[in-house]
């Protein structure tokens, strides 16, 4: 009988794995313009929760009827603020039990709001490994702006911060 030979060699380590899972996940996105996903995993490496963005239960989705800061709202045309919830939000609210988050890692696909960040530091996330950095849209899509004050919280509280460096098999 003849021995299979198997000829693979190297797998994903636990970065590429669970940030090319966030990318996955990140195509469930309803917003038309920031397509992001987020893993968070506690310290044994097992999955806790994911999370997308996307509107609130039975709202609008933006790629259905349009962007409420660029497009109006779909009846009015009136400019609304963002009907969506951000997929660390969406992430933590899928978690079910919240003490499971204390001391999580999250794997991002977009690098946290400031509004995101005062959520994540009172659910108690450790690290927070990101792809790329977060840019505000600001109304009608015409500029966008950094926020400062995300990292500044994260150095306040010690949540440790790296961009994600590996191979990735999506985008």
Not at 116 to 122: A, D, G, T
Not at 138 to 165: C, H, Q
Request: aromatic share 8%.
């Amino acid at each position: 009988m003849e021995k299979l030979q198997n000829p693979k060699t190297e797998r994903l380590n636990w970065d590429e794995t669970f940030m090319n899972l966030a990318l996955l996940v990140a195509k469930r996105t309803a917003c038309k313009f920031v397509e992001t996903g987020v893993v968070f995993v506690d310290q044994n490496k097992r999955i806790i929760s994911l999370g997308y963005n996307g509107p609130t239960e039975g709202d609008y989705h933006c790629i259905d009827v349009g962007c409420a800061k660029i497009d109006g709202h779909p009846k009015t045309g009136e400019l609304k603020r963002c009907r969506g919830a951000h997929a660390e939000i969406n992430g933590i609210i899928n978690t079910q039990d919240t003490r499971r988050l204390r001391s999580a890692t999250l794997y991002t696909v977009t690098f946290p709001c400031y509004d995101c960040m005062k959520s994540l530091n009172n659910a108690g996330i450790k690290e927070i490994i990101y792809f790329e950095e977060y840019e505000r849209i600001k109304s009608r899509g015409k500029e966008t702006e950094k926020e400062d004050e995300a990292k500044e919280l994260a150095n306040r509280k010690d949540i440790k911060l790296r961009k994600f460096e590996g191979d990735i098999y999506l985008k």
